[in-house]
């Protein structure tokens, strides 16, 4: 009975899942072949590469991989802004950098605050707060805030041809996950409705949180304090402390991505590693070796012979974002 | 055609699914019961208590909870016999504590060494190699290791009413996790065929690891360092950092476990806390304040005034192990 049942789903749901095409914002052509030749051989129960279901694993950067990084990334937006919301209660702002120039609007000038400028931005404007409102903040700071050229909201400013790629990987029973240098609980409160990806799937920096008692209801308080930094050699680090299996696909586009992409392709699995080329300054920008944000040299040098796959934005994807008519 | 099949499905499988009981080896009573409504009230969509699946997450304690932790927790009869097994290459552990007690076979004395014998005796026998490695050693040890008491292997010493109460939550649609002070690469390795709970659903303590190229393999390293204490006020910030979700169920043993049966329970969803009595000397062993491990005393204190079940093992268990007859 069971079996019959079986064969009644596969007759009437297989044809209409077989209707819909893979991938459909991505051109044919050798990237989009070698993403479908790499899931189908690893799908299939005959092939000597298959994989089973519950280690079909895919980790995906977030900035410049899955959404815009450029002109900086979508947490310095937050930073920014938050900066501005909080300074009438910080007057000492006013002559400190990297506040100072932020608050003039001189962005060039934040840069030059250096690592320990972009720590104390950090600290200043993501922690001193519970878990739930700083949730909260972040929600609703996405709910208006607007990308600096599209002026599109930054949710809006996700790549369509990489969540096509997560629904198809998902479709295949993968389990997707990203793993970003991005503040973990700044990501979490929206990944689910960018990418269908549930925080427990989210790995990413994290600063120290503290259990403590408020009028004797438990919360958890962000203290400004780094924990750990989720990117370069920390995200193969990252990975298998929360996910405790090596992943077989990898998406990147940095030299941050750099050391998880030798990590996933040099498994016992042969793992696939992608690199996201931004080639296209007209649909969205164009940069890789002397880039300020997501820079991609060693990477890119090593792709070839690593047999990493590069991804052409601007040949292989027909669309960018969903927004493009 | 789709509601068809639906249907059909429903017709077909329901009442078997019907005629497996529930939880067999609970005695009938208010704990077995207390569950049950509670399930039963967050599936229920016409409940004003109904809970979203996604939303369905469960945390368990492992030591005590889920398995025995007496006479010592099994994490430490691995710390023994590796101390064993890398005696040879250790001639100065003859005179050094705790190393010393140990290869005499005087346990009190290990006690006696205090948190920096305990630190110590970590650190020599779970790093100083890769996480490849060290899962190995992990499960090479399991796979003869014995418990003290029973002569049963380690793996046997599973509460078996606990296992069925984490298949019927899975069977409602939540997620299980293990959060438990005990290192997170001891017990991925055998969390999944013990307890059905695949490694990236397992949060415990870490040591730090480090990316590091071996032949120009990329490997990760197990340092000699403690990174996260997944213990007391430090389960509710891993479960924060790991899952990014408030959970609304909650099993412990221990004062261990009382912060986060605190956070579970002060949610917004009105999450449900187990605490499990070790009441039975016959079959088990019957502890609670004056335990040196799994010390159970404000937890239990506080439970009728917070509305925690107390599961006593002897009067609620039919069966505490598989292999008893």
Do not use: C
């Not at 950098?97 to 609007?105: D, N, V």
């Not at 077989?248 to 940095?254: C, K, L, P, R, T």
């Not at 820079?295 to 012979?305: F, I, P, S, T, V």
């Amino acid at each position: 009975m069971k079996i019959f049942v079986r064969a009644l789903l596969i007759v009437l749901f297989l044809p209409l899942a077989a209707m819909a095409e893979d991938l459909p914002s991505w051109n044919d052509g050798k990237s989009k072949q070698a993403i479908i030749d790499f899931v189908t051989k690893v799908t299939d129960q005959n092939n000597p590469d298959y994989v089973k279901p519950e280690d079909r694993i895919a980790v995906f950067d977030n900035d410049g991989t899955l959404w815009t990084e450029q002109p900086y990334y979508v947490q310095l937006g937050f930073a920014l802004d938050r900066v501005k919301t909080l300074a009438p209660a910080h007057p000492e702002w006013k002559e400190k950098e990297p506040f100072k120039s932020i608050l003039q609007g001189d962005l060039a000038a934040v840069a030059k605050s250096g690592e320990k400028g972009l720590v104390d931005l950090v600290m200043e404007t993501h922690a001193g707060q519970t878990t739930d409102e700083f949730a909260k903040i972040v929600q609703d700071w996405f709910a208006t805030a607007k990308h600096p050229k599209t002026g599109k909201p930054y949710t809006d400013m996700t790549y369509l041809p990489m969540r096509e790629l997560l629904d198809y990987l998902r479709a295949h029973g993968f389990k997707t996950y990203i793993v970003s240098g991005g503040g973990v609980e700044f990501m979490r409160p929206v990944t689910e409705a960018l990418y269908g990806i549930p925080p427990e799937q989210v790995i990413g920096s994290t600063i120290v949180t503290k259990y403590t008692l408020s009028a004797d209801v438990p919360v958890l308080a962000r203290e400004a304090k780094i924990e750990f930094v989720n990117d370069g050699p920390g995200k193969p680090v990252g990975i298998n402390k929360f996910i405790g299996r090596r992943p077989i696909f990898v998406a990147g586009n940095s030299d941050g991505d750099y050391e998880m992409m030798r990590w996933v392709t040099s498994g016992k699995q042969h793992g696939f590693a992608m690199l996201v080329h931004h080639t296209d300054a007209d649909r969205e920008y164009a940069y890789d070796r002397d880039s300020a944000f997501g820079k991609l040299d060693k990477a890119l040098n090593e792709a070839e012979r690593r047999n990493w796959l590069v991804v052409d934005m601007k040949a292989d994807w027909k669309k960018i974002f969903a927004f493009e008519q």
